[in-house]
């Protein structure tokens, strides 16, 4: 079983930062892709950032410039760096990654973490 832990989501002011983390734990032999979620109240989730095993990323347009997403994979984790952050952003904020622990991945989520922006 994997389990992964989100911190890092808090109160903010618009225009202010935060930096999200998650940390994956388990029988891990591999992570493939790590990425972050979200979805805001009445609304679907959608994905905010994404990074490969090999450092390739992609984001939603709406924070392309703002955020950035890394790992470190000796620690099985996966940051996102949010930036000029704006009330549109406030959100639950999810992380999935793709594991393997022993041949087939399976996607796992994490609980989620408030990020609210006030204006």
């Known amino acids: 079983q994997v389990q992964l832990v989100e911190s890092g989501g808090g109160l903010v002011q618009a225009g202010g930062s935060l930096r999200l983390s998650c940390v994956a734990s388990?029988?891990?032999?591999?992570?493939?892709?790590m990425g972050w979620y979200r979805q805001a109240p009445g609304k679907q989730r959608e994905l905010v950032a994404a990074i490969t095993s090999g450092g390739s990323t992609n984001y939603v347009d709406s924070v392309k410039g703002r955020f950035t997403i890394s790992r470190d994979n000796a620690k099985n984790t996966v940051y996102l760096e949010m930036n000029s952050l704006t009330p549109e952003d406030t959100a639950d904020y999810y992380c999935?990654?793709?594991?393997?622990?022993?041949?087939?991945?399976?996607?796992?989520w994490g609980q989620g973490t408030q990020v609210t922006v006030s204006s």
């Open positions: 999935n990654c793709e594991v393997v622990s022993t041949l087939l991945p399976y996607n796992y």
């Open positions: 388990g029988k891990i032999r591999r992570i493939n892709t």
